[in-house]
């Protein structure tokens, strides 16, 4: 079982409709939480940082997480055409003096239709 | 500030031949990352650095080699470049001790023949 199970879709949904992006994650260490955008050809950029459980709202975006069920989740309010894009979930564990880095889920392929 | 740039932006080997990617930030980062990023595999950890001087190993250092000479600076180096190299490569860094999250380059597509 890999340690971040991410749908890579592609998840197509009409303009101005809520779009729901979800993680599942086995390591019940991790306590940081990001959601990164990645357009075709660039490289990835940080939407959403969360530390352990709870909301975080900005703007259109919203994240979520379900330590409890190592569940999280990015919702985007008002889709636009623009936010089509993959997205891509990263967590960690605290540093310990263990290896650095992130964990990234594979990423979902969204696609707003005009 | 520019952030996180990358040197270059396309490359193309043949099996055999070396070369060396350059990260640049101008952020004052401790930590630097270098990611490959394959269809259907995500973000891979190759190399990182905590600090200028020191490096590690990620998920698969194998056949890459790393610099971090000075702080500004990541160099990933491929000595025998290998047609399994051929990927897009992505430099990161964050600012140490103040949080966990990563800032990408542009990356870099290269390909091995």
């Known amino acids: 079982q890999k340690e971040v199970e991410q749908d890579p879709g592609p998840l197509s949904v009409p303009e101005g409709a809520i779009v729901s992006l979800n993680c599942t994650y086995s390591n019940s260490a991790f306590q940081y939480f990001m959601w990164y955008r990645q357009y075709s050809r660039k490289g990835p950029e940080l939407l959403m940082y969360?530390?352990?459980?709870g909301n975080k709202e900005d703007g259109r975006f919203t994240a979520q997480v379900d330590k409890s069920s190592k569940y999280i989740s990015l919702f985007i309010r008002d889709s636009q055409p623009s936010d089509s894009a993959t997205y891509l979930c990263?967590?960690?564990?605290?540093?310990?003096?263990?290896?650095?880095?992130?964990?990234f889920g594979k990423g979902t392929h969204l696609i707003i239709q005009p | 500030n520019a952030g996180v740039t990358q040197t270059p932006k396309f490359r193309v080997l043949k099996t055999g031949q070396s070369m060396t990617l350059l990260c640049a930030q101008d952020?004052?980062?401790?930590?630097m990352y270098w990611y490959r990023q394959d269809p259907g595999m995500g973000l891979r950890l190759i190399h990182y650095?905590?600090?200028?001087?020191?490096?590690a190993k990620g998920e698969v250092p194998d056949g890459y080699n790393v610099s971090r000479l000075k702080k500004q600076n990541f160099l990933l180096g491929l000595e025998s470049a290998a047609p399994s190299q051929t990927s897009v490569y992505f430099c990161?860094?964050?600012?140490?001790?103040?949080?966990?999250?990563?800032?990408f380059g542009p990356g870099t597509r290269l390909t091995v023949l």
């Open positions: 969360t530390y352990s459980s």
């Open positions: 990161a860094s964050r600012p140490g001790l103040a949080g966990y999250e990563q800032f």
């Open positions: 952020m004052n980062h401790e930590y």
């Open positions: 990263a967590m960690r564990t605290y540093s310990g003096g263990g290896a650095d880095g992130l964990t």
């Open positions: 650095s905590v600090g200028e001087g020191t490096t």
